[in-house]
């Protein structure tokens, strides 16, 4: 499993691999490790933590959140994109997964740019209002019926121009189709629309991976 995008053929998808994918050889070992786990499925793509990484330097980003680290590409393929002195605080609640995280991290090298709080999301969020931190990049990728929440928190947290990744989104698809009324499908697609007419944000929706809102505050 490639956690590639359902909408783009395999060689396709093989041949924008080949051609510009720049994984470093820990990346390509989390990849693989977490590829035969159970849950596999939750692995955010190689060519969508790419997008990330450019992402955050594009915006000169030094401050992230990441909601939903699983077993830990995401918050290493942003902690390698940041500058020294940059920093990712990363939420979850799964001890088990969040170990083999800590383990790429430490091989990685970049254990000092990773914040990793064990602790429901809403709280570790609502922490860091209470301190009026302010950030510069957000990933949104974890328990799709808390989404709504981490939405708001997180557009707190941000900068004006600051970027939210927000994934998912297509949900393999189900989104777009209004007889799937499964807890997760709603939450989605009801944040989706949610999102299309916020005010408060511009907003571009990608079909990469699982589908991937791009989200600036204004
Ligand atoms: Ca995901």
Request: hydrophobic share 40%; charged share 25%; aromatic share 6%.
């Amino acid at each position: 499993m490639k956690s590639k995008s359902f909408l783009v053929p395999d060689d396709i998808y093989d041949y924008m691999l080949k051609t510009t994918l720049r994984e470093t050889p820990v990346q390509r070992e989390l990849r693989e490790r977490t590829a035969a786990m159970p849950q596999a499925r939750m692995q955010t793509g190689p060519d969508q933590l790419q997008l990330l990484q450019l992402l955050v330097r594009a915006i000169g980003a030094r401050r992230c959140i990441e909601v939903g680290v699983y077993t830990g590409a995401s918050a290493l393929a942003v902690a390698l994109a940041l500058p020294e002195g940059g920093s990712i605080v990363a939420c979850d609640v799964n001890e088990e997964y969040t170990a083999i995280a800590e383990e790429f991290w430490e091989r990685a090298g970049v254990t000092n740019k990773i914040d990793l709080r064990l602790a429901p999301a809403v709280e570790t969020l609502s922490d860091l209002l209470a301190q009026q931190g302010s950030y510069d990049f957000a990933y949104i990728d974890a328990d799709k019926t808390n989404y709504d929440a981490y939405y708001e928190l997180v557009l707190q947290l941000l900068r004006p121009g600051g970027l939210i990744a927000v994934d998912n989104v297509l949900w393999g698809g189900d989104v777009a189709n209004p007889a799937q009324r499964d807890p997760d499908t709603v939450a989605l697609r009801n944040l989706n629309e949610k999102i299309g007419r916020d005010e408060r944000i511009d907003v571009s929706f990608l079909t990469i991976g699982d589908g991937l809102s791009l989200v600036r505050k204004r």
